[in-house]
């Protein structure tokens, strides 16, 4: 099993950012997907996250109108589009796999944003 983030980097406040994660060894049509930060010094947080089918999403109230989670189930990747960057956005970005009693991480990605 592996998830493989990928499009983080250094963003000026205001700016955007498409983060990806790509899913392999798992049937990744049948997960849900989350997005979760963490920021140093503090705990991991949910962001976003998508049902398997791509039909309910959710979101932390500071992301909603600002990041959006999206799923390509034949390319087996999800995605967060985030725009509006502020610094406080500044974090390890993960995905993350469930279903039933499994859970499957990524190794993240840095996103920083700043001046």
């Known amino acids: 099993v592996q998830l493989v983030e990928s499009g983080g980097g250094l963003v000026q406040p205001g700016g955007s950012l498409r983060l990806s994660c790509a899913a392999s060894?798992?049937?990744?049509?049948?997960?849900?997907m989350k997005w979760y930060r963490q920021a140093p010094g503090k705990e991991r947080e949910l962001v976003a996250g998508?049902?398997?089918?791509?039909?309910?999403?959710n979101y932390a109230d500071s992301m909603k109108g600002r990041f959006t989670i999206s799923r390509d189930n034949n390319k087996n990747t999800v995605y967060l589009q985030m725009n509006s960057l502020k610094p406080e956005d500044t974090a390890v970005y993960y995905c993350?796999?469930?279903?039933?009693?499994?859970?499957?991480w990524g190794q993240g990605t840095q996103v920083t944003v700043s001046s």
């Open positions: 998508i049902s398997s089918g791509g039909g309910i999403t």
């Open positions: 993350n796999a469930r279903w039933s009693t499994q859970s499957y």
């Open positions: 060894g798992f049937t990744f049509s049948s997960y849900t």
